[in-house]
Nanobody, 124 residues
Framework: QVQLVESGGGLVQAGGSLRLSCAAS????????MGWFRQAPGKEREFVAA????????YYAYSVQGRFTISRDNAKNTVYLQMNSLKPEDTAVYYC?????????????????WGQGTQVTVSS
């Protein structure tokens, strides 16, 4: 089992940047593929990015390609989401999730563990 805690959210102007972090408990972090999701008010939770166990493979939603970068540091049990060129439509609660079976999944229900989320608000 793994527990996830996100941080780094906040209020930023359009065009700005934020880096989200997700710290995982436990000694088996490297055995989990990780993903970032987001949920805006009144909308379904949507996939943002995913990263494989070693970090060698990544996958992004079309809406964030070229602007967001997912990475991980297994020595620190942490996964990151660097968000650049932020837009008002990026405003949402951002969640990290862990998957013990395979990587690159885009359906939220296929992930095993979730953090509590961190709010990102982008003003125009």
């Amino acid at each position: 089992q793994v527990q996830l805690v996100e941080s780094g959210g906040g209020l930023v102007q359009a065009g700005g940047s934020l880096r989200l972090s997700c710290a995982a408990s436990g000694r088996t972090f490297s055995s989990y593929a990780m993903g970032w999701f987001r949920q805006a008010p009144g909308k379904e939770r949507e996939f943002v990015a995913a990263i494989s166990w070693s970090g060698s493979s990544t996958y992004y939603a079309y809406s964030v390609q070229g602007r967001f970068t997912i990475s991980r540091d297994n020595a620190k049990n942490t996964v990151y989401l660097q968000m650049n060129s932020l837009k008002p439509e990026d405003t949402a609660v951002y969640y990290c999730a862990a998957d013990s079976t395979s990587w690159g999944k885009v359906a939220p229900w296929r992930y095993d563990y979730w953090g509590q989320g961190t709010q990102v608000t982008v003003s125009s």
